[in-house]
Nanobody
């Protein structure tokens, strides 16, 4: 049983936008920093950004490749974390995952071995 479920992926044209959602089942996302990763074929899984717990003020951290284009936030009244992606380009094509390393604050290091909880991912394809 997966505890995170990603949704919202799809096919978009360059310059378009998508909002991905990370929801939980039997797990309280608000208590922990939630991190978004992405992985394209033939490439390593890389960190996209993260949002800290509600108790840590929901501060965020982003990879340089998406800074200024992507925004991570928590839903107002649901156990959900969003990844808003704007001005998408082909380089953003990947499968996107949410995960947690079970700490409250974003570290900004995105070391894969630290993350124990994952979803199944949702595919984002940016193409004309």
């Amino acid at each position: 049983q997966e505890q995170f479920v990603e949704s919202g992926g799809g096919l978009v044209q360059p310059g378009g936008s998508l909002r991905l959602s990370c929801a939980s089942s039997g797990f309280t996302l608000d208590y922990y920093a939630i991190t978004w990763f992405r992985q394209a074929p033939g490439k390593v899984r890389e960190g996209v950004g993260c949002v800290s717990s509600t108790g840590e003020g929901e501060d965020t951290h982003y990879a340089d490749s998406v800074k200024g284009r992507f925004t991570i936030s928590r839903a107002d009244a649901k156990n959900t974390v969003y990844l808003q992606m704007n001005n998408l380009g082909p380089e953003d094509t990947a499968r996107y995952y949410c995960a947690t390393d079970l700490v409250a604050r974003c570290s900004g290091t995105y070391s894969l071995w630290k993350y124990d909880r994952w979803g199944q991912g949702t595919q984002v394809t940016v193409s004309s």
